[in-house]
């Protein structure tokens, strides 16, 4: 198999088809180390926790290394959970047009071979999290319950983007658990805020394999919503706007902050008058503008905890 056949077919001309070493890419394509915005997505709630814990407790001394630690950390963990979800997925990936050419159903590489990369992965990402305190670290532990579950969602219930939600949220705890080695009402609702943000971009997500997964039976809140998902994002982006404003209220943030969270706002009111559910294309790239979306938000809340450590 040539390298250009090898390549996935929703990701071709990235730094792993044109500069990683040969024997590399079906690892790193494994892992979407070709498509990092899901690495992006699961580390903003992250971020967002982090600095609205520093801003609540007016210290910024160890912020940087808590960012760079979250950072490594959302990216190996995105990894080995993508080898996991591809791992029990082959099967249904094999019978659906944009993901036959991963690296598994493909035959790039053998479940073995993804089982050790999984690991190896898992193990960058407890080196990181062992930097911590306990509370952290079991917190940290707890969210591989969720990761464990969530590939199967789609066979049973209309609602897998809720455990996606449940298991790229977790970030929204850690912040708040390795700033004050407790997780309280702010996190909490910070937590919830970031699953109904999950849900909305995750069903823009599924809309392109809304033909294919009802051929195959997999369930999906794309399928469920259909030509209503636009009123599902209001519900969905609104509630989400609504928790994370009451998150912020409830850590006294100042205007940063709120100026941070009107501009995520206008982004995804933007996403929702942009969506066109029947172009697969589109909803690929409003779905990647998410991280754009994470940013604004995070970059208010960051100005807010500097300002308030001054």
């Known amino acids: 198999m040539s390298d250009t056949s090898a390549r996935v077919a929703d990701s071709t001309g990235n730094w ?21 915005i899901g ?39 995105r990894g080995a959970g993508c080898a996991w979800n591809d791992i029990t997925d082959r099967d249904l990936d094999a019978k659906v047009e944009r993901t036959r050419s991963r690296p598994l159903p493909s035959g790039q590489l053998s479940t073995k071979q993804a089982l050790a990369f999984m690991i190896a ?4 990402g407890l080196v990181a999290l062992l930097q911590f305190n306990r509370f952290a670290i079991a917190t940290g532990i707890a969210s591989l319950l969720i990761v464990a579950i969530y590939p199967f969602m789609k066979r049973v219930t209309w609602w897998p983007q809720v455990f996606l939600g449940l ?25 919830a805020g970031a699953i109904s943000w999950v849900i909305g971009y995750d069903t823009i997500y599924a809309h392109q394999d809304t033909e294919d997964d009802a051929l195959i039976g997999v369930k999906s809140t794309a399928r469920l919503f259909g030509a209503h998902t636009h009123r599902a994002l209001i519900l969905f982006y609104g509630l989400a706007v ?37 172009d697969p294309a589109l909803c690929l790239r409003v779905f990647k ?18 300002m308030r450590a001054a």
Request: glycine share 6%; net charge positive; aromatic share 14%.
């Open 121 to 124: 992965q898992a193990l960058i």
């Open 242 to 278: 609504m928790l994370i404003g009451v998150a912020l209220a409830s850590g006294d943030a100042r205007w940063p902050a709120w100026f941070g969270l009107a501009a995520f706002a206008v982004h995804l009111a933007w996403q929702i008058k942009r969506l066109r559910i029947d």
């Open 39 to 77: 690495s992006w997505l699961l580390l903003m709630p992250c971020w967002w926790s982090a600095a609205l814990a520093a801003a609540t407790a007016h210290d910024v001394s160890r912020l940087p290394l808590t960012i760079i630690l979250f950072f490594i950390g959302a990216f190996v963990m």
């Open 167 to 191: 298991a790229f949220s977790w970030g929204a705890l850690m912040g708040f658990a390795v700033t004050f080695g407790r997780i309280d009402v702010t996190a909490l609702v910070l937590y």
């Open 16 to 36: 792993v088809d044109t500069l990683a070493p040969q024997w590399a890419r079906p690892y790193l394509r494994l892992s979407r180390f070709d498509r990092p």
């Open 289 to 306: 503008s998410n991280r754009d979306a994470g940013l604004l938000l995070f970059a208010g809340l960051l100005a807010d905890a500097v």
